[in-house]
Nanobody, 128 residues
Framework: QVQLVESGGGLVQAGGSLRLSCTAS????????LGWFRQVPGKEREGVSC????????YYGDFVKSRFTISRDNAKNTVYLQMNTLQPEDTAIYYC?????????????????????WGQGTQVTVSS
């Protein structure tokens, strides 16, 4: 029922920028926190960012270091991730996720805090 479609990934040189989008359907989008995760082969999904249902709060993984900005447009059922100053270590498949609450829980980077619905993801590749 829940459908998530990520887009906006691509190939970029180190120091460049990308803007990811995730368009959702099948649930009341504005009632839930949204997040971004990323995954590389052989590793667990890693929490990138979380935003509350009406953009009251936003949180980021420690590795972000002020480089990324999460935002959402509830009228468009879309959550965005603006990524600046990208580094090769950011190379991964990026997924959006639906939370279980209005706000981001304290343990938001844990994957079991989320609904378990994942889209196909969008590939981000950063070259030097």
């Amino acid at each position: 029922q829940v459908q998530l479609v990520e887009s906006g990934g691509g190939l970029v040189q180190a120091g460049g920028s990308l803007r990811l989008s995730c368009t959702a359907s099948g649930f009341p989008f504005g009632n839930y926190a949204l997040g971004w995760f990323r995954q590389v082969p052989g590793k667990e999904r890693e929490g990138v960012s979380c935003i509350s249902r009406r953009s009251e709060n936003a949180y980021y993984g420690d590795f972000v270091k002020s480089r990324f900005t999460i935002s959402r447009d509830n009228a468009k059922n879309t959550v965005y991730l603006q990524m600046n100053t990208l580094q090769p270590e950011d190379t991964a498949i990026y997924y959006c996720a639906v939370g279980r609450y209005y706000f981001c829980p304290a343990s938001w980077p844990r994957t079991d805090e989320w609904s378990g619905d994942w889209g196909q993801g969008t590939q981000v590749t950063v070259s030097s």
